[in-house]
């Protein structure tokens, strides 16, 4: 049976401002999320997010350095207001570039289309994240306490759902 298009969902709200520097590629922070209707196995989503981060690690007076950043979507099961405390599981491939001093400002941006599993439980609501680490093995020349920027304004997370039509 042919999939229908349902209206986008989207969101602009952006769910942290900064995201610590560290050597470890595995401290990830949620940018933007957006809560799905009900889903039923074999549903699509078309899923797009942007965001846009700054390098101003050792401005004024400390050491300037280039940050590796790492973003990628991730989704967890709907059960309420908040960010559930339950498994999240990654949907995406992971993207990754460098900021640098120069580069100063950054954009990262992702496609996906993801199919709901076969035992996805019919009618559940899934949560839909862009989440994004920071990461340098120059990140204790300041303290160890940098935050790459993440800039308000630049960024979205959008989820196109196509679900089977129900039947008659």
């Not at 922070?29 to 196995?41: A, D, E, F, I, K």
């Not at 949907?91 to 496609?111: E, F, K, Q, Y």
Request: one cysteine or more; aromatic letters at 8%.
């Amino acid at each position: 049976m042919p999939l229908a298009p349902l209206a986008p969902l989207s969101n602009e709200t952006l769910m942290t401002g900064s995201i610590p520097v560290d050597l470890a590629s595995t401290t990830c922070r949620p940018l933007y999320r957006v809560v799905t209707g009900p889903l039923s196995p074999g549903d699509r989503l078309d899923i797009t997010a942007d965001a846009r981060v700054t390098n101003d690690c050792g401005v004024p007076n400390g050491t300037r350095y280039t940050i590796g950043v790492g973003w990628h979507l991730w989704a967890y099961t709907y059960a309420g207001p908040g960010i559930s405390d339950g498994d999240w599981w990654r949907i995406s491939h992971s993207m990754g570039d460098n900021v640098t001093p120069d580069r100063h400002h950054m954009p990262l941006h992702i496609n996906r289309v993801h199919v709901i599993p076969e035992d996805w439980p019919a009618g559940n609501r899934m949560v839909v994240v862009l989440q994004a680490d920071a990461h340098s093995t120059a990140w204790a020349k300041n303290g160890g306490t940098d935050r790459l920027t993440v800039d308000a304004g630049y960024g979205q997370i959008i989820v196109r759902p196509w679900v089977a039509p129900p039947t008659v």
